[in-house]
């Protein structure tokens, strides 16, 4: 039997999807998190515990660990094990991107330099060290600007500037997120901050799947809501996009061009433009797959899941069809109205009655703290839906989430 | 032999199952046994956990099938939504 390699950090959404993938193929799993399970004495060929923040470490104990019983794959699920299982397959000589493209996607100041070094529109940036006056800082920046982390995702940190004052709150209140115990920031990460041009337009997210460095685009998803800031929380992903075919086709473009000037050539990527009149414009593209349980709105061929797809490449197994299914779908991010205590959730049973609506997940636990953006990272739930069009999805979605009430203490 | 079968499984929870994983406040009721899928559920810092599923397939089955080779698979009812006190919390990355 196959062994596969997952790194599964205890905070991600993603561990019950890849292990269903897992158990469809057949495949045996060995899991990697960064805290050490309670089984791990009982089963010390299937469940390791790594540092994804030591990616040498972590490649030389799974070494170890593949002498004993090899490993035919390794799939990092999200972006804080992204590099460590960069790192881990290049030591064993498995297929994935290089470590030195991954780790380039993951740091948003070396993406951009990239980036911008090979010609791919992106916003105008500057990479800013946390230990520098903001105020003087602020004097090199063209207004409205968007300050972000280098490294962190899911939109945490990310803050729009419209002039000096804003910039400074922005600046401070990013370096006190950074700082923060749960943060997990290391390096240049934890010194600086990145401050870009503020790009106006709609944003879309492209779900693609590398191969020998061709980008297959998986889907495109529109974001229906406005992200204008002070905060860019994402609620809504739509798919099939609606916009025209040839800016459709340029966003391929753009994105596939992005995945080259990277160096990145194997495995998933996520990928998010602004389009503006003159065309798509990248704001990131990273080397994992779509986040939260976002991947559930997508199903390929005869109903293989993007989990599924994304073991069976890294395995080098056949892929029978790339091609999403016809019928429009899409998720909703619940996003959190504000922090304290959740104490109550009313209204999912007349959520999942909504025309068009497959399912309502609430993943916040009562009696949980939950905490906005810009320092949170969790959302209250998702809500799927699939319809026989994209607007009539959208609406779906828009109509199950006003029926859900969340009481926050 | 169902009953046999849920006896020496229950045995395993009592003796090896639970004790792991109290580490994290958590708990494993067996529910059921039958055609030789054991059904469990889980509670404490388990429940809703977002590692349970790695707890379950990886630690407790694998156990289980171990020690007790006629189980086919182990099968997880909990209501992970309604967990008041999981150990990990997943949030989007």
Known sequence: ?409 | MSEDLKGRVQELIDTMINPAVAGHGGFVELIDVQDNRVYLQMGGGCQGCGAADVTLKSGIERLIKEEIPEVAEVLDTTDHSSGSNPYYSAGKA
């Open chain 1, 1 to 409: 039997m196959h062994r596969v390699l997952l790194l599964l950090p205890t905070t991600t959404y993603r561990t019950h999807d890849f292990l269903e993938a897992a158990r469809t193929l057949g495949v045996d799993i060995v899991c990697a998190s960064e805290e050490p399970s309670t089984f791990e004495s009982h089963a010390p060929d299937n469940l390791v515990t790594l540092d994804f923040d030591d990616p040498d470490a972590a490649a030389a104990k799974v070494a170890a660990l593949a002498d004993r019983r090899p490993l035919a794959a390794v799939v990092g699920v999200d972006d804080l094990t992204a590099v460590a299982a960069a790192a881990i397959a290049e030591r064993l000589g498995l297929k994935a991107s290089g470590r030195a493209a991954v780790t380039a996607a993951r740091d948003k100041y070396q993406m951009r330099q990239c980036l911008a070094a090979a010609g791919v529109p992106v916003p105008r940036y500057r990479r800013i060290a946390l230990k520098d006056d903001p105020f003087l800082a602020a004097r090199g920046v063209a207004f409205p600007c968007v300050l972000k982390p280098l490294a962190l995702s899911a939109s945490r940190g990310v803050i729009r500037a419209n002039n000096v004052d804003q910039f400074i709150a922005a600046f401070r209140r990013i370096g006190a997120l950074l700082a923060r115990d749960d943060v997990e920031a290391r390096g240049d990460a934890a010194q600086f901050l990145l401050a870009e041009e503020y790009l106006p337009g709609i944003e879309v997210a492209l779900e693609g799947l590398l191969m020998g460095g061709a980008l297959h685009t998986l889907a495109l998803f529109d974001k229906p809501d406005p992200l204008e800031g002070p905060f860019f929380e994402e609620t809504l992903y739509i798919t099939p996009s609606r916009l025209p075919a040839d800016i459709q086709a340029s966003i391929e473009r753009v994105s596939a061009a992005a995945c080259a000037a990277l160096g990145l050539a194997e495995g998933p990527v996520h990928a998010e433009l602004r389009v503006k009149d003159d065309g798509p414009w990248v704001l990131e593209v990273a080397a994992r797959s779509i986040g939260g349980l976002c991947s559930r709105t997508l199903r390929f061929g005869t109903g293989m899941t993007l989990e599924e797809i994304i073991l069976r490449h890294a395995l080098g197994w056949p892929i029978a069809s790339l091609a999403r299914e016809r019928r429009p779908a899409g998720v909703m991010m619940i996003p959190i109205p504000r922090a304290g205590r959740l104490t109550r959730v009313d209204g999912v049973a007349a959520a999942q009655a909504v025309a068009g609506i497959e399912d309502v997940t609430i993943t916040a636990h009562v009696g949980q703290d939950v905490v906005p953006l810009p320092e949170g990272w969790q959302y209250l739930g998702f809500i799927f839906a699939r319809a026989e069009s994209a607007t009539a999805v959208e609406a779906s979605l828009r109509d199950a989430h006003a029926r859900l009430a969340f009481t926050i203490a």
